[in-house]
């Protein structure tokens, strides 16, 4: 079974600062890693996803993740923080052909910038 | 392109009713439709893949009678919840599926 594990539920940074947020997880297959975002009462928007090539993934409005599987670990970062990137982050997991199959989430970080 | 809309976008009903939500894909086709619920703080847990033309996937400890899924079309699949209780009270989240998953902006059920 896949599993998704997001250390840290409420991750507080200064406009400007580092983001990094972090996910580890847990699969039985080589994985397809993904990194949502979720503006309140809104769905999910895909900021990137690892399907196997390059281990750097570059992704939307600045953010990219690294997979490392030595680590079993799939962080987010970006360099610098925006007001706009307040939000909940979700990682997720699945064994399918780029996430067209099912996934698994971890229970979310939401991110919080202060000005 | 891959837009997938949800209506209604939030819903209150009274206990004991039932309640349709609709998960549409606007702009593709789907053969394939995933249904969501997200408790406050908490992540999304897949209820059940939908597939076009035949019955629904349900995933374990989801009960099929209480939440009928209905995946008629190609661009519509429908969730809807019989006899509502308050514990049904939840923030309901399509997706569809192309090379992969496009989410619906979801639709918060509050059962009375």
């Known amino acids: 079974a896949q599993s998704v594990t997001q250390l840290g539920s409420h991750v507080s940074v200064s406009e400007g600062a580092l983001v990094l947020l972090r996910c580890n997880y847990s699969?039985?297959?080589?994985?397809?890693l993904f990194w949502y975002v979720q503006y309140p009462n809104q769905g999910l928007q895909l900021l990137l996803k690892?399907?196997?090539?390059?281990?750097l993934v570059k992704g939307i409005n600045g953010f990219e993740a690294e997979f490392k599987k030595s680590e079993t670990s799939f962080h987010l970062t970006k360099p610098s923080a925006h007001m706009s990137d307040a939000a909940e982050y979700f990682c997720?997991?699945?064994?399918?052909?780029?996430?067209?199959?099912?996934?698994?989430f971890g229970k979310g970080t939401k991110l919080t910038v202060n000005p | 392109g891959a837009v997938v809309s949800q209506h209604p976008s939030w819903v209150i009903c009274k206990s004991g009713t039932s309640v349709k939500i609709e998960c549409r894909s606007l702009d593709f086709q789907a053969t394939t439709m995933f249904w969501y619920r997200q408790f406050p703080k908490q992540s999304l847990m897949l209820m059940a893949t939908s597939n076009e033309g035949s019955k629904a996937t349900y995933e374990q400890g989801v009960e099929k009678d209480k939440f009928l899924i209905n995946h008629a079309s190609l661009t519509l699949s429908t969730l809807t919840v019989t006899s509502a209780h308050p514990e049904d009270s939840s923030f309901y989240i399509c997706?569809?599926?192309?090379?992969?998953?496009?989410f619906g902006p979801g639709t918060r059920l509050t059962v009375t």
């Open positions: 997706s569809a599926r192309r090379n992969e998953q496009y």
């Open positions: 690892y399907t196997s090539a390059a281990t």
């Open positions: 997720a997991v699945s064994d399918g052909q780029g996430g067209s199959e099912k996934l698994v």
């Open positions: 699969s039985s297959v080589p994985p397809y």
